[in-house]
């Protein structure tokens, strides 16, 4: 069973926005958090934002403060990562996560962001 798939990566320009999804199966929904990471070309796999499942506080990386919105939608099983005033180096492969309470971490496919003109 597929735990997490990612969607809605795809080609804008600078400045534009994107909203990525991600679908977690019901197994998967219990874990203690999810985030998103990206990787870009030549560089280390880098955390982007966590929400925690119980309460839904957040976390960010400082390059994306104030522009990338972690959010979770349990009726959906859903976790999504709105992303506006993208720069070129927010291009990368950007992954969904899950880290059960056994610290087992879960990871999708991964979505393309490439932010060109």
């Known amino acids: 069973q597929v735990q997490l798939v990612e969607s809605g990566g795809g080609l804008v320009q600078p400045g534009g926005t994107l909203r990525l999804s991600c679908a977690v199966s019901?197994?998967?929904?219990?874990?203690?958090?999810f985030s998103w990471y990206r990787q870009a070309p030549g560089q280390e796999r880098e955390l982007v934002a966590t929400i925690i499942n119980a309460g839904g506080s957040t976390n960010y990386a400082d390059s994306v403060k104030g522009r990338f919105t972690i959010s979770s939608d349990s009726d959906k099983n859903m976790v999504y990562l709105q992303m506006n005033s993208l720069k070129p180096e927010d291009t990368a492969v950007y992954y969904c996560?899950?880290?059960?309470?056994?610290?087992?971490?879960?990871w999708g496919q991964g979505t393309q962001v490439t932010v060109s003109s």
């Open positions: 996560n899950a880290r059960t309470f056994y610290r087992v971490d879960v």
């Open positions: 019901r197994s998967t929904w219990r874990s203690y958090s």
